[in-house]
């Protein structure tokens, strides 16, 4: 039988606060490690490909093809949770991240073995980012379940503010490496310590989240005897619309996330108009920002809707991105704060009202795997994707601009989906 959104009424029982708490910190790990190599995509071209123009795009590429692996990991660890639980799948993800961070701290480099060096570090970000693919929808889907009724677009924004926390960590970790390692030595052997360190704090989130309850939602399956024995066919045969609106969705989150934020350091780097410095000060800033606007947006949709919130969030998307992109370019650097800043608020909105709203795209009953084929996918082409094709359409035409114009061009296609979709913060109210 088709279950749909209005089919489920909400859990009766609700996550401690425990559970909560370590559900949405989790997150920091995924995104400080992604942050890690994206901040420091020059040293790791540097120390993995060698020296040399091409070694940036060959880092960058090897990033972007390693992406392509989320969706099978996310579809993988989406079956695992909507199968077996959330639990479970988490304590996995979180068990194969901290053993790919350590062995990337070890890893050997060009100038010791070569080309092998690369190939070793791209076999790495393959089964990070395979680990990581259900990671951050199985933590959203978490917290979507355990949270109250009228809480649930706070609650789960959470997690895109602790990821923040996360790539707040990895840029302090950048600052301090650069400022305070004798000259050579962060490309010689002080690259190791981020990773090394986020092997030790991954570690301390797989044995945090051992003390966490297992969702509600899937216990009310069990009890139900609703549990989807094929999760990715049960999904595909009845939310194929839902698929593509959580599709879209993403994919508007992720390109202003991962060009309006993180490919930022790489950006002013390679235009020449920042120095290292002043490039991680203003990643400092969009860090603080987004941890700032995520929970007052997720307070905002569970008043108004999820379906205003976003269509607002999209038209500013649309008009504002080669505007500031052209102030962090040419500006003053009073504009390029500004620049900065509006880019992180914008993307940040997207993404703590994007996490609730994607989640309640499906009910419980094969919600990983939804999120997997329509979430995860985005990301995967719109996030891990874009750094490189913005770095190599600056390289190809000479125009600074065109990440902006690149973020306003799926926010004019995304859109007409985002006014079209039903409200979803409202579950007592029928759905059209």
């Known amino acids: 039988m088709q279950l749909s959104l209005t089919d489920q009424s909400p859990p009766r029982v609700v996550l401690s606060r425990a559970s909560l708490i370590v559900a949405a910190c989790s997150t920091i790990i995924e995104w400080y490690d992604f942050t890690l190599c994206l901040y420091f995509a020059t040293v790791l071209s540097r120390v993995f490909f060698g020296?040399?123009?091409?070694?940036?795009?060959?880092?960058?590429?090897?990033?972007?093809?390693?992406?392509?692996?989320?969706?099978?990991?996310?579809?993988?660890?989406?079956?695992?949770?909507?199968?077996?639980?959330?639990?479970?799948?988490?304590?996995?993800?979180?068990?194969?991240?901290?053993?790919?961070?350590?062995?990337t701290a070890l890893l050997p480099t060009h100038a010791q073995i070569g080309p092998w060096a690369g190939w070793l570090l791209l076999l790495l970000r393959c089964l990070m980012a395979f680990s990581v693919g259900g990671e951050y929808t199985g933590v959203v889907a978490y917290l979507l379940e355990g949270a109250r009724p009228g809480r649930r677009g706070l609650i789960t924004s959470l997690a895109a503010a602790a990821s923040e926390v996360g790539a707040l960590l990895a840029v302090g970790v950048c600052a301090v490496l650069v400022y305070r390692l004798p000259a050579g030595s962060v490309d010689t052997w002080g690259w190791?310590?981020?990773?090394?360190?986020?092997?030790?704090?991954?570690?301390?989130v797989w044995l945090a989240r051992s003390t966490m309850q297992e969702s509600p939602d899937f216990e009310r399956q069990l009890a139900a005897g609703t549990v989807p024995e094929e999760p990715l066919?049960?999904?595909?045969?009845?939310?194929?619309?839902?698929?593509?609106?959580t599709f879209s969705i993403s994919a508007l989150g992720s390109i202003t996330y991962y060009v309006g934020i993180t490919y930022v350091p790489t950006f002013l780097a390679t235009t020449g108009q920042r120095g290292e410095g002043e490039a991680l000060g203003l990643s400092t800033l969009a860090a603080l920002v987004v941890i700032l606007v995520t929970p007052l947006v997720g307070m905002l949709s569970d008043r108004v809707g999820r379906k205003p919130v976003l269509a607002v969030l999209a038209g500013a998307s649309a008009l504002l991105p080669i505007?500031?992109?052209?102030?962090?370019?040419?500006?003053?650097?009073?504009?390029a704060v500004l620049g900065a800043a509006l880019l992180a608020a914008v993307a940040g909105g997207i993404s703590?009202?994007?996490?609730?709203?994607?989640?309640?795209?499906?009910?419980?009953e094969g919600r990983l795997s939804g999120l997997a084929l329509g979430a995860t996918a985005a990301t995967a082409i719109f996030g891990g994707l874009t750094p490189f094709v913005a770095e190599l359409l600056i390289a190809r035409t000479g125009w600074p601009l065109v990440p902006g114009a690149m973020i306003a061009l799926v926010a004019l296609l995304v859109l007409p989906v985002l006014l079209t979709m039903p409200e979803t913060a409202f579950p007592s109210k029928p759905q059209k």
């Open 233 to 245: 066919r049960y999904t595909l045969r009845h939310h194929r619309a839902a698929i593509f609106r």
């Open 323 to 335: 505007t500031m992109f052209s102030l962090m370019h040419g500006g003053s650097s009073q504009q």
């Open 352 to 364: 703590a009202v994007g996490a609730a709203a994607t989640a309640e795209q499906f009910p419980g």
């Open 51 to 103: 020296p040399g123009e091409a070694s940036l795009l060959l880092a960058l590429g090897g990033f972007a093809v390693s992406y392509l692996m989320r969706p099978l990991g996310a579809m993988v660890f989406g079956h695992i949770g909507d199968r077996y639980g959330r639990l479970r799948m988490m304590l996995l993800s979180m068990a194969l991240m901290t053993g790919a961070m350590l062995a």
């Open 192 to 204: 190791r310590l981020p990773f090394l360190l986020g092997a030790v704090l991954a570690g301390g």
